[in-house]
């Protein structure tokens, strides 16, 4: 008897019409799941990173202009706008903007038409992009010291923040000096919320699920009182 086949989160292979029989219900996950399976062009890790990191964050950060850099396909730009019609609307920067992003928001904006003409693509550096002390700033996995340049553009304009690290480069991202006492990855983001806290940030600490990935740590920060 053959063993079952496991439908791993963390997986890379891409979502297509094959798939949309996985997701069956009317939740809105389910349904978030069933747009990208028809839009065929996102990895199934993506779609569970940006649900878990989206979800979370809108427990605590509500409203404002969502503001997704080295956003790429805008996912979790689109599910922040979707658990949160508050926030007016959303911009996402990358350096290159998947040519499929088009495809992907006409897929949300079927089930969701409030979706339509609430987004922005910029392609380019995102130090481009003009940030606003209301603003919602959000990364899934900027690489290595562009998580830090994610969070200086955040404090700099006293927004709120969330961001899941990775790469991390003990070459271009400071350990604070605590690697000796903790592996590279973990001091480095450890010197991270140091840093947020000593801009006067409250900083919250959590994870998202590691089957989906082991570079799981979600930051969430927001501006205290000056």
Not at 4 to 26: I, M, Q
Not at 103 to 111: M, N, P, R, T, Y
Not at 161 to 171: E, G, K, T, W
Not at 203 to 208: A, S, Y
Request: include cysteine.
């Amino acid at each position: 008897m053959l063993a079952a086949v496991v439908f791993s989160h963390g997986s890379k292979n891409r979502l297509t019409e094959y798939d949309l029989a996985r997701f069956p219900g009317n939740t809105v996950f389910d349904r978030i799941a069933r747009a990208v399976c028809r839009a065929g062009c996102l990895p199934r890790k993506e779609l569970f990173e940006a649900w878990e990191t989206a979800r979370r964050v809108r427990r605590i950060f509500r409203g404002g202009r969502v503001v997704d850099l080295a956003g790429g396909h805008g996912l979790l730009a689109a599910i922040l706008l979707i658990l949160d019609d508050s926030s007016p609307d959303a911009v996402v920067v990358d350096a290159a903007i998947p040519p499929s992003a088009a495809a992907l928001w006409e897929a949300l904006a079927g089930d969701w038409p409030r979706l339509d003409g609430r987004i922005e693509f910029i392609p380019g550096r995102i130090e481009t992009v003009a940030i606003a002390a209301g603003d919602l700033v959000v990364s899934v996995h900027a690489c290595g010291a562009l998580t830090d340049t994610v969070i200086e553009r955040a404090v700099r304009a006293r927004a709120r923040l969330a961001v899941v690290p990775c790469c991390h480069d003990r070459a271009t991202c400071d350990t604070g000096a605590l690697d000796g006492w903790m592996d590279a990855a973990l001091a480095i983001d450890a010197t991270r919320v140091r840093r947020l806290a000593a801009a006067g940030y409250r900083v919250r600490t959590q994870r998202i699920p590691q089957t989906i990935t082991p570079k799981n740590r979600l930051l969430l920060a927001e501006p205290g009182a000056l």
